[in-house]
């Protein structure tokens, strides 16, 4: 007869207190939207670095209906919640449960986000390490089938547990926890736990709390050195966790070694969302130089070839970016410099047969003399006479079709709306032909700005609007 492990839950062992305390928490709720819906239970074990355990468990009134499909998986009824708490009410006893401890549930990001959301409708930010026991047991057990919280208890032979209700869940995920342990060692545990937390090892030259407030949500921050020198400015979808990586001793580069080592002060600047923060990056770096970044620095060299017409000797004529702010008709590129733009058209001239006289490659020293890719087979002939000039003009653009900057979709500006509700954030964003605009006024063209606007509204062109 199979022998089940017993429901009570042990301390955590004594090798994970060195990570600090952790809060297990799990939440029944009015659906699974945090944006939208409501909690209807909580319940948190804390485990403490002293061994001990601090329990704590409330019903919550959501303020709405709770549906019958929820009713019956959870057993929590309307008449169940009717005279129970706000989480308003219960928000100081929540933040003092979780305060300071990784905060840890079975799909973690469903509980936080609900949480945090609770929060913010209660006026106050909440943020926390989250470990997701889903993921754990996916690390620690790579070859097992299933990673459901039912499929855990099956598989380590708990039981006793009330499912579907918080303290039930919460014990059941804690107990999974300390079985692993159990079973693989506590170090096998600490160390997985450390991977998945990118837990940090800071500078010493920072101080301990450097990292203490870093919002969770999008946005871009800024590493100082020596004389508040910038080191490194860098984007992130969540900024907590993006920065934190960089001192993980489980995830280093070796730049962020070497940054580490140089480090003196962190800033962040929170965005509403991804494209928001690529857009300031691409700006700041450009702006303040910082030493590690090499990409997104100015090019002051940038420019594009604009087509000529026919009567024009050179077909082709070189635009800067800064030259190029009125008129943005048959531009081709953008290239990085003039040197780079030239490798392109010699390497698209021997591929599509064009000619070196007409693209200013070489001069002729008398009428009709043959290039010498036409001597050696390789131009259709515009240097001599075979073909006119505007059918070498036309293969031309056809070379650089694949190149031409797009026509703006729009008659003016044009307006891009991000938003981040959980932040209660709202980030506006104004261009025109492709320039970003700031103050009022057209910024001068900017390469990165022109991709990122590019790929962003070929994916989402319905979140753009005309200006206006």
């Not at 100015?298 to 604009?306: A, E, H, I, V, W």
């Amino acid at each position: 007869m199979m022998v089940k492990r017993p429901v009570t839950v042990p301390p955590v062992p004594y090798a994970l207190r060195k990570l600090g305390e952790f809060a297990f928490i799990d939440v029944e709720t009015t659906g699974a939207k945090p944006l939208t819906d409501r909690v209807t239970e909580i319940a948190i074990i804390r485990f403490h670095a002293d061994g001990s355990q601090s329990r704590w468990q409330s019903l919550i009134n959501p303020g709405v209906a709770i549906p019958a499909e929820i009713q019956a998986l959870t057993g929590i009824t309307n008449a169940m919640v009717r005279d129970a708490p706000s989480f308003f009410d219960v928000s100081d006893e929540v933040r003092r449960m979780l305060e300071g401890a990784v905060f840890v549930a079975h799909n973690a990001r469903f509980d936080y986000g609900f949480v945090k959301n609770e929060f913010r409708r209660s006026a106050e930010a909440f943020t926390a390490d989250v470990l997701c026991t889903v993921r754990l047991s996916r690390m620690l057990y790579p070859d097992a089938e299933g990673h459901g919280l039912d499929a855990l208890i099956n598989r380590h032979e708990l039981h006793g547990f009330d499912r579907h209700r918080a303290m039930g869940d919460v014990e059941a995920t804690a107990a999974f926890v300390s079985v692993a342990a159990d079973d693989l060692g506590a170090d096998a545990v600490v160390a997985a736990i450390k991977s998945l937390l990118k837990t940090p090892s800071l500078p010493a030259q920072l101080p301990t709390d450097a990292l203490k407030n870093i919002p969770d949500s999008s946005g871009v921050y800024l590493f100082y050195g020596v004389n508040d020198l910038p080191l490194y400015i860098g984007k992130a979808k969540h900024l907590r966790e993006r920065i934190r990586a960089h001192f993980s001793s489980d995830h280093m580069t070796p730049n962020d070694i070497r940054l580490s080592q140089e480090l003196t002060r962190i800033e962040w600047l929170p965005t509403a969302g991804e494209f928001s923060a690529l857009l300031l990056e691409a700006q700041l770096v450009k702006e303040r130089m910082p030493l590690h970044n090499v990409n997104l620095r100015r090019r002051d060299k940038l420019g594009f070839y604009r087509l000529g017409d026919d009567a024009t000797n050179a077909p082709l004529e070189w635009l800067s970016a800064a030259q190029i702010s009125e008129s943005y008709a048959d531009l081709y590129g953008p290239f990085s410099d003039k040197a780079s733009a030239k490798k392109w058209l010699t390497f698209a001239a021997r591929e599509h047969q064009l000619c070196d006289h007409a693209l200013g490659f070489s001069k002729p020293r008398s009428d009709a003399e043959p290039c010498f890719a036409r001597q050696v087979g390789r131009c259709h002939g515009a240097c001599d006479g075979t073909e006119t000039a505007s059918q070498h003009r036309a293969r031309l653009r056809a070379a650089l079709a694949h190149l031409a900057l797009p026509t703006w979709p729009f008659t003016g500006e044009a307006v891009f709306e991000e938003r981040d509700v959980a932040n209660d954030r709202s980030d506006v964003l104004v261009f025109d032909r492709w320039c970003a605009v700031s103050g009022g006024a057209r910024l001068p063209f900017d390469g990165d700005v022109y991709r990122l606007l590019k790929r962003t509204m070929g994916k989402t062109a319905s979140k753009f609007r005309a200006a206006k």
